[in-house]
C-alpha cells in the first residue's frame, strides 16, 4: 500500500519551489498536487493525458475548451486529452490533486 497525507505533500512541494509535485508514479497512471496562489496565472498547456482535477481547497473558475465552471473545496472536473485548458481567476488559494492516465510523460 502506499499513503500520503496532504499536508507532508505540500510542504515537499513547497520546499521544492514548483506548483507541481508528482507523488506517485504506476504504469497507467500518475498523481500529482498542483498549487496556484490567488492571483496567480496558470501556465499550462494540453496534456497527452486524460485528466482529472479534485478540488482540495481554494477557489477559482477552470475554462476547459469552451465551457467554464467554478470551482471550490470538493470540485472535480474531467479534462480530456489533447483539451487546452486553465484555471484563472483565482480567488483562494488553490490546492488541486492531478489524476493523469495514463501515467504523464
Known amino acids: 500500500m502506499k ?4 499536508e507532508e505533500l505540500e510542504a515537499e512541494r513547497a520546499a521544492n519551489d514548483g506548483a507541481y509535485l508528482q507523488f506517485l508514479r504506476e504504469r497507467n497512471m500518475s498523481v500529482g498536487l498542483y498549487a496556484l496562489d ?3 496565472l496558470d501556465p499550462q498547456q494540453p496534456h497527452r493525458q486524460d485528466e482529472v482535477y479534485f478540488v482540495v481547497s481554494g477557489r477559482a473558475s477552470i475554462t476547459v475548451g ?3 465552471t467554478q470551482v471550490a473545496r470538493g470540485s472535480v472536473v474531467y479534462v480530456p486529452a489533447g483539451v487546452e485548458h486553465k484555471f484563472h481567476h483565482i480567488s483562494e488559494d488553490l490546492r488541486v490533486m492531478v489524476v493523469f492516465a ?3 510523460s
Open 3 to 6: 499513503a500520503f497525507r496532504l
Open 66 to 68: 469552451e465551457e467554464t
Open 38 to 40: 490567488a492571483g496567480a
Open 102 to 104: 495514463p501515467a504523464e
